[in-house]
């Protein structure tokens, strides 16, 4: 056999272990969405439909997955998130430093509301919650849990994220959460829904996000987008950011009862999560 043969199965060999890695990931995406969506596991023929791979392809790599925790079975061939995702996920949220700060701005938040205080973050077209402190207030929100994940502008920190994009990602964002959720679906009927267009326009123009009751009528909230870093948190008449610089990597949000979101206690809330936004983007700035 000559070297070239022998560099050409190499080769070979490399990219069918990109297509591997791929398809697992393929197959982890489609075991998420579907905790996500419905909360149920996922069987091998559902997955074979979900994926489009062929069914000997996704037994094999369940069988891979399985073995290293990524994925766990029952014995009726249905299929979930494993819990070495779990161990993966503490690990990966470890290496993050910004989380330390993020975790006191939201201990200074719920102390001083009384409320429930959130991170959410964005991962492509949906808001993700990374983590909450729960105030001492007479109200705890439990609309809204740690790696619970709606589509961008579903929530108030969702909102202010969704809203501090340029126009153009914010609709090619919010096209694709149309697609992806019917009309027939809580999530489609907000995204569609005359409130929740005038509730992301009212954040466009103040720069603060009020989520008035949208997924559950007495829960309100009201989010600030986090900025990247060297950017200070948008106020309230301030000089309007250029379209092409508006961006925004996680937002702050605190959630209550309708009537302790109301003025004028809603501006002193937001005066809070303003001021906590920019700190949090100065120790990025100053970090990097």
């Given amino acids: 056999m ?13 990219n069918y272990g990109n297509r591997s890695f791929r398809r697992a990931a393929v197959i982890l995406d489609a075991l998420a ?9 996922l069987s091998l023929t559902r997955l074979t439909e979900e994926t489009g791979l062929a069914k000997s392809t996704v037994h094999r790599l369940l069988r891979a997955l399985q073995d ?15 819990r070495g ?7 990966a949220r470890g290496a993050h430093r910004d989380l330390d ?7 200074r938040l719920a102390a001083l ?18 983590m909450r402190e729960d105030g001492n207030g007479p109200f705890r929100n439990n609309v809204l849990a740690v790696g619970d994940r709606h589509p961008l502008g579903i929530g108030g920190g969702s909102l202010a994220i969704l809203a501090a994009l340029p126009p153009a990602e914010a609709a090619r964002i919010t096209e694709e959460n149309l697609r992806a959720y019917g009309d027939d679906t809580e999530a489609g009927a907000i995204l569609r829904s005359e409130r929740y267009a005038r509730a992301l326009h009212e954040a466009r123009s103040t720069g603060r996000a009020v989520n008035p009751g949208l ?3 007495e829960s309100w909230a009201v989010g600030v987008a986090v900025p990247p870093p060297g950017r200070t948190s948008a106020s309230e008449g301030a000089e309007p950011v250029p379209d092409d610089e508006r961006e925004a990597w996680g937002a702050l949000s605190v959630a209550s009862i309708r009537s302790r979101l109301q003025e004028p206690r809603l501006s ?6 303003r001021k906590e936004a920019a700190a949090l983007a100065e120790r990025a700035r100053s970090a990097s």
Avoid: K, N, W
Wanted: hydrophobic letters at 40%; charged letters at 20%; one cysteine or more.
């Fill in 2 to 14: 000559s070297e070239g043969a022998i560099s050409e199965g190499g080769s070979m060999q490399r």
């Fill in 33 to 41: 969405r579907a905790q996500e969506h419905i909360g149920a596991p």
């Fill in 68 to 82: 290293v925790g990524l994925v766990s079975g029952d014995g009726d061939g249905q299929y979930v998130l494993g």
């Fill in 85 to 91: 995702l779990v161990r993966l996920g503490r690990l």
């Fill in 101 to 107: 700060a993020i975790g006191d701005a939201l201990a």
């Fill in 113 to 130: 509301t009384g409320d429930t205080s959130f991170y959410t973050e964005r991962s492509g077209t949906i808001a993700v919650c990374l």
């Fill in 215 to 217: 997924v559950v009528d």
């Fill in 268 to 273: 002193q809330i937001t005066a809070a999560l």
